[in-house]
């Protein structure tokens, strides 16, 4: 009521228009969302949803590259050649993911150069998951049964994803990812029904470290997550972490009776009631210690990436000089 009465110059009156645009621009945007529409990298989007797609896309394509070090960790010491080729392959898959997210998070504006000095420096996340160590060969099997069983049923939903490039870079992933997660059920499957008693130890021992990490790769409870309400809402992510958490139980406690393993909760049972398996309490203080830097692993994981990336200066260095080389004779031509 007081700013309509008081007398407004040229640029208050230009501020004015502008909010004004600026709400019909994102009343349009919203819209969008509502309807389902995919925003692609061009569209205007509101700050805030470009920024939290960074964040995401980014901290997930981290994730990728840092997760290739717990398995490349085996490449020489898998027990036959079939499992080193499959190993071989998967690993350079993660790196594959690894290139076409960074890809599209940089259609939102952000370079790759600034994704990796994040992550180099510790600003950005990735993966709690990937700071456990990998001590023996089942924790391969393992990493593939759970691991990326629990990352298909996270990222299946990106699939539709309200930002286009994601979400299409997602489906590529998701089937690739599938056949991750079926090589490990596999060669977990031929040590408990071939393998010698201490080869089925060695897989039950390897289930035991990984299954409560691998529950909390969903993040925080639903209650004690910042950044849900708002992804859903913008159709960034579809399903709750809690929700995703839960369908992951239903659907590797069958899984796990084929094995023939046992999970590590006492408190696990089928809940009539609910239509799904009750679980125990998860350990969200070893959680934030881990994302927060204190996990088994973290300093080396990060330590290798960052040799890896001076390592590589030679190369960069290389192929710009190169560009530039091109450059100029195309400019003298
Ligand atoms: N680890 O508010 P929320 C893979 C952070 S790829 C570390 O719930 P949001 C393939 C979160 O960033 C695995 N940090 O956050 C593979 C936020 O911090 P910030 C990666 C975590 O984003 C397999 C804070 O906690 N997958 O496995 C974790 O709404 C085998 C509050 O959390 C993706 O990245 C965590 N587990 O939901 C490779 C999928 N959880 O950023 C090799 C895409 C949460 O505000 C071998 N990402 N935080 O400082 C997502 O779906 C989401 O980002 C969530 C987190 C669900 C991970």
Redesign the pocket.
């Known amino acids: 009521m007081y700013t309509q009465a008081m007398s407004v110059g040229p640029q208050d009156e230009a501020r004015r228009l502008q909010t004004a645009e600026e709400q019909a621009r994102n009343a349009a945007f919203e819209q969008r969302i509502d309807d389902g529409d995919f925003i692609e990298a061009k569209d205007w989007m509101p700050d805030h949803y470009r920024k939290t797609l960074v ?2 896309i980014s ?2 394509a981290h ?2 590259i840092v ?2 070090l717990p ?1 490349g960790n085996w490449i020489t010491r898998a027990p036959t050649l079939k499992r080193k080729a499959i190993l071989l392959a998967k690993v350079q898959d ?1 790196g594959g ?1 690894g290139l076409y997210l960074y890809s599209a998070a940089e259609t939102l504006g952000t370079s790759r150069d600034q994704m990796l000095d994040a992550l180099h420096t510790g600003k950005a ?6 700071n456990y160590p990998t001590l023996t060969w089942a924790d391969i099997g393992v ?1 593939g049964w759970l ?2 069983g ?2 298909i049923m ?2 299946v939903p ?1 699939c539709r994803c309200s930002y286009g490039p994601y979400a299409r870079a997602m489906i590529r992933i998701c089937r690739e ?1 599938s056949f ?1 997660q079926r090589q490990g059920y596999e060669s977990l499957l031929t040590m408990m029904r071939d393998g010698t008693d201490a080869q089925k130890a060695m897989v039950q021992d390897a289930v035991n470290r990984w299954w409560w990490p691998s529950l ?5 409870a639903d209650k004690d ?4 309400e708002q ?1 859903m809402r913008w159709g960034i ?1 579809r399903l709750s ?1 809690d929700e995703l958490r839960q369908k992951f139980v239903d659907a590797t406690v069958p899984q796990a009776e084929i094995l023939g393993v046992t999970l590590p909760d006492p408190q696990l049972a089928w809940n009539a009631e609910r239509d799904h398996y009750d679980f125990g309490p998860i350990d969200w203080s070893e959680f934030w210690r881990v ?1 927060g830097g204190d996990g088994p692993c973290n300093r080396e994981r990060l330590s290798a990436r960052v040799k890896a990336w001076e390592d590589g200066a030679w190369v960069r260095d290389a192929a710009l000089a190169h560009a530039q080389k091109r450059a100029t004779q195309a400019a003298a031509a």
């Not at 996340?125 to 990937?130: D, E, G, N, Q």
């Open positions: 964040r995401q901290q997930h994730s990728e997760g290739m398995e993660e993911h996340k990735y993966s709690s998951i990937f990493i691991v990326d629990a990352a996270n990222q990106l990812e991750h909390m790769m969903f993040g925080p997550s910042p950044n849900s992804s992510k972490n994302v």
